[in-house]
Nanobody, 121 residues
Framework: QVQPVESGGGSVQAGGSLRLSCTTS??????MAWFRQAPGKERDGIAA????????AYDDSVRGRFTISRDNAKNTMYLQMSSLKPEDTAVYYC????????????????WGQGTQVTVSS
């Protein structure tokens, strides 16, 4: 298995929290990120992390509400989402690669299948 695998999506009311996980079982990537795509919109990068040093980057839309982290011993990356809003509703994708700490999709070569997050008002 090369592609990352996401888990942890679901439905939550506005103001609630969810934690997404992304596991890579066979490859040690240098950088990983979370992207999301709402219906009719482009896929946008929202958080990224460097695996070795733990440096992070966030989009302004989630800064202060979402936290990206990783557990290298488990080959797992997390996205803790708090204070969720209806506009956070989207399919969330995990991405991995070697192209640098970035929120641009072109920097990532490996993608998960996505997990749905739905936030109701």
């Amino acid at each position: 298995q090369v592609q990352p695998v996401e888990s942890g999506g679901g439905s939550v009311q506005a103001g609630g929290s969810l934690r997404l996980s992304c596991t890579t079982s066979t490859v040690n990537y240098d950088y990983m990120a979370w992207f999301r795509q709402a219906p009719g919109k482009e896929r946008d990068g929202i958080a990224a992390i460097s695996i070795a040093l733990g440096h992070t980057a966030y989009d302004d839309s989630v800064r202060g509400r979402f936290t990206i982290s990783r557990d290298n011993a488990k080959n797992t990356m997390y996205l803790q989402m708090s204070s969720l809003k209806p506009e956070d509703t989207a399919v969330y994708y995990c991405a991995a690669g070697f192209g640098g700490l970035s929120l641009l999709s072109r920097n990532y070569n490996y993608w998960g299948q996505g997990t749905q997050v739905t936030v109701s008002s």
